[in-house]
């Protein structure tokens, strides 16, 4: 070792050269729909591809509807998710019911989909407590707001299952931007140091904002960020639903046998704007973007993988697409039966037993409200 | 029943809530092995062993995180932040997070963690570590705070806050550590949080206070006694939510009130018990409730210490004004 260290050339850039080698992007399905690497092909039946193809179309028509109601002002705060279908339906996919979701806030696909219903993302998005009162036995939190704090949270989670000895996951997700964060690297750091059983997604849609990944950092790729915290990481093209399956399904099996997190870049891109709430792309993204990206649209591709096995049919989507949008009116329609907050609908949530201030001030809403 | 320091009664608090329930989990930087920078926990680990009291990497944010995350797997997280100056590296755990989970999940998830972490000058640290910054804490809807000045009091307010399902920042003056030895039950007791104690009777004057400024105002009641002013001193022991009614009875019954903190004037809780007052006491007041509180600089240089913190002679000197008013 020491001689070694004593003969080599102090070389830094090449360094970095070895490094950026080794981050290269898992892809099974190239955009023609055709498997492109049959090594790592996960093992799906076809009813299982079907109900993943199903779910994105769902979750692309959920994301149309959710546009347009809150255009209507049905629907308060959202962030748009078409485009990262594959990169968010893949990997819920790849989970188990005992998994712990840790989403960020454009991440209210994978934990609908993991059991809150719908009606109650619709409420969350409103903005109504009963929106994130987690039915019993879904294991998810409320989106996370603050980006980066679901990183710290989600390596607390994994250490609990550790200690628990639950065969199970934490897993999150954030953004590109979000990478940039100190809570990004400490939540890593920490379920690496722990070898908590942990799965940490950067869904890599190129923008934060307005602001271009290439200004987050001068990291080639963002999973090379895994090496600071000493565990693997892996890119993946992730308008690919079988390489972010596999990926994540790897990472899964890793980490419940006791090896530890895996951080996850999957490359995927938003079509719509940042959130509904005056972000315009055009702004700051070339419509020669746009296109590129489009060509490279998760559904277009699995689409025609499924067709080519004989899995699918325009009939089998259109059924797909018509549950959705019957699936979503209901789901609006229970949102709006849900009663209307009240002051002390909201002291009452705050501890378990009200404070003295909170006491008096009780007191002084229950009396206004009762008039 | 055994003599005991603070620090003592802590380390006797954590290893009674150890044992009580197997969700307590104690973590921190340099709290496992080595006992904590201040002896806090020492032996825990020996004891409990390193599933129940371990150390974490270097990054209180990352603390704060793994609290969120245990709570939500029931565990019952007793993080240390080794000293309150860098809770603002944690800020958004504690008052992004652990005060709004019960909120935001509409009742469904709890935050059981009690942060324990000292404070307080008067022992020439360095920069960051001494500030008072319980006034941050205290202004964060969902979080208790406690303070306690008294080995009795430390030993029974952390198990409460400990027992406590939402989050409690425990801050421990380190002036208090070792300065003084009483008598501490061995066994576990509670003191019930949001509950001030008359430390001394008084009928001309009441002292509100908390941490080492309980033990100043002691210390000045006893001269302006010699003096013939008779002054009740409260200890709130928990600064957020106060204990309005304690205070209330005190201040109609005197008819006259100082607050004293360490704390910066602008910074604190003194402002807010003196608006408690004047809302609640008015017609009881004879004179104005003023404040014994530090300049409104940053905390001093460590060799400026004496002549910036307040200490008993700037109560005894501020109750006089009220007294003759």
Known sequence: MVSKTQNAKLDAKKTLEVVEEQFQTLQILNESGEIVNEAAMPDLSDEQLQELMRRMVYTRILDQRSISLNRQGRLGFYAPTAGQEASQLASQFALEKEDFILPGYRDVPQIVWHGLPLSQAFLWSRGHFQGMQIPDGVNVLHPQIIIGAQYVQTAGVALAFKKRGTKAVAITYTGDGGTSQGDFYEGMNFAGAYKAPAIFIAQNNRFAISTPVEKQSAAKTLAQKAVAAGIPGIQVDGMDPLAVYAAVREARERAINGEGPTFIETLTYRYGPHTMAGDDPTRYRTADLDNEWEKKDPLVRFRKFLENKGLWSEEKENEVIEQAKEDIKEAIKLADAAPKQKVTDLMSIMYEEMPQNLKEQYEIYKEKESK | ?325
């Open chain 2, 1 to 325: 029943m055994a003599q005991m320091t603070m620090i003592q009664a802590i380390t006797d608090a954590l290893r009674s809530e150890l044992r009580n329930d197997p969700n307590v989990l104690v973590f921190g930087e340099d709290v496992g092995v080595n006992g904590g920078v201040f002896r806090a926990t020492e032996g825990l680990q020996q004891e409990f062993g390193e599933d129940r009291v371990f150390d974490t990497p270097l990054a209180e944010s990352g603390i704060g995180g793994l609290a969120v995350g245990l709570s939500l797997q029931g565990f019952r997280p007793v993080p240390e932040i080794q000293f309150f100056g860098f809770v603002f590296e944690v800020m958004d755990s504690i008052a992004g997070q652990l005060a709004r989970q019960r909120y935001r999940s509409g009742g469904k998830f709890s935050a059981p963690v009690t942060f324990r972490s000292p404070f307080g000058g008067g022992v020439h640290t360095p920069d960051m570590h001494a500030d008072s910054l319980e006034g941050l804490m205290a202004q964060t809807p969902g979080v208790k705070v406690v303070i306690p000045s008294t080995p009795y009091d430390a030993k029974g307010l952390l198990i409460s806050s400990i027992r406590d399902n939402d989050t409690v920042v425990f801050l421990e003056h380190m002036k208090l550590y070792r300065s003084f030895r009483q008598e501490v039950p061995e066994e576990s007791y509670t003191i019930p949080l949001g509950k001030a104690e008359v430390k001394r009777e008084g009928t001309d004057v009441t002292i509100v206070t908390y941490g080492a400024m309980v033990h100043e105002s002691l210390k000045a009641a006893e001269e302006l006694e010699k003096e013939g002013f008779s002054a009740e001193v409260i200890d709130l022991r928990t600064v957020s939510p106060i204990d309005i009614e304690t205070i209330i009875a005190s201040v109609e019954k005197t008819g006259r009130a100082i607050v004293v903190q360490e704390a910066q004037k602008q910074a604190g809780i003194a402002a807010n018990v003196v608006a408690e007052i004047n809302d609640r006491a008015i017609l009881s007041l004879e004179a104005p409730v003023l404040r014994v509180a530090a300049p409104d600089t940053v905390f001093p240089f460590p060799q400026a210490e004496a002549v910036w913190l307040p200490n008993y002679k700037d109560v005894i000197a501020t109750a006089k004004k009220v007294l003759t008013f």
